[in-house]
Protein backbone atom coordinates (compact mmCIF):
# COMPACT_ATOMS: atom_id res chain seq x y z
CA UNK A 1 0.00 0.00 0.00
CA UNK A 2 3.09 2.18 0.53
CA UNK A 3 3.55 2.98 -2.81
CA UNK A 4 -0.39 3.45 -3.77
CA UNK A 5 -0.46 6.07 -1.15
CA UNK A 6 2.69 8.00 -1.90
CA UNK A 7 1.54 8.09 -5.58
CA UNK A 8 -2.09 8.43 -5.04
CA UNK A 9 -2.63 6.11 -7.33
CA UNK A 10 -5.21 3.02 -6.03
CA UNK A 11 -7.11 1.98 -3.12
CA UNK A 12 -5.85 -0.98 -1.01
CA UNK A 13 -7.45 -3.11 1.81
CA UNK A 14 -5.72 -5.41 3.82
CA UNK A 15 -5.85 -9.22 3.25
CA UNK A 16 -9.38 -10.40 4.27
CA UNK A 17 -10.61 -6.79 5.12
CA UNK A 18 -13.50 -7.78 2.76
CA UNK A 19 -15.73 -4.95 4.28
CA UNK A 20 -13.13 -2.50 3.14
CA UNK A 21 -11.96 -3.94 -0.13
CA UNK A 22 -15.88 -3.75 -1.16
CA UNK A 23 -16.19 -0.34 -0.34
CA UNK A 24 -13.20 0.50 -2.40
CA UNK A 25 -14.26 -1.40 -4.84
CA UNK A 26 -18.14 0.83 -5.06
CA UNK A 27 -16.02 3.59 -4.70
CA UNK A 28 -14.56 3.01 -7.85
CA UNK A 29 -17.56 1.85 -9.40
CA UNK A 30 -19.15 5.24 -8.66
CA UNK A 31 -16.96 7.09 -9.72
CA UNK A 32 -15.71 7.67 -13.32
CA UNK A 33 -13.38 11.00 -12.18
CA UNK A 34 -11.74 8.92 -9.46
CA UNK A 35 -10.73 5.80 -11.56
CA UNK A 36 -9.28 8.65 -14.21
CA UNK A 37 -7.87 10.51 -11.00
CA UNK A 38 -6.15 7.59 -10.06
CA UNK A 39 -5.28 6.10 -13.51
CA UNK A 40 -3.83 9.66 -14.33
CA UNK A 41 -1.64 9.41 -11.05
CA UNK A 42 -0.35 5.98 -11.68
CA UNK A 43 0.77 6.64 -14.73
CA UNK A 44 2.89 10.03 -13.67
CA UNK A 45 4.55 7.75 -10.85
CA UNK A 46 5.44 5.13 -13.36
CA UNK A 47 7.10 7.31 -15.18
CA UNK A 48 8.42 9.64 -12.67
CA UNK A 49 10.05 6.46 -10.98
CA UNK A 50 9.87 3.38 -13.03
CA UNK A 51 11.40 4.27 -16.78
CA UNK A 52 14.21 2.28 -18.61
CA UNK A 53 16.34 5.53 -18.19
CA UNK A 54 15.51 5.98 -14.46
CA UNK A 55 16.18 2.08 -13.65
CA UNK A 56 19.63 2.03 -15.35
CA UNK A 57 20.25 5.40 -13.63
CA UNK A 58 19.38 3.84 -10.36
CA UNK A 59 21.32 0.36 -11.10
CA UNK A 60 24.29 2.76 -12.26
CA UNK A 61 24.48 4.39 -9.14
CA UNK A 62 24.63 1.09 -6.99
CA UNK A 63 27.47 -0.36 -8.89
CA UNK A 64 29.10 2.80 -8.73
CA UNK A 65 29.36 2.33 -4.76
CA UNK A 66 30.26 -0.93 -5.04
CA UNK A 67 33.77 -0.07 -6.42
Do not use: C, P
Amino acid sequence: GKIIDEAGAGLWSVGGDHENLFSNFDRLFQSKALRLQLGENGYKYFVNNWTSELAYQNIMSHLKQLK
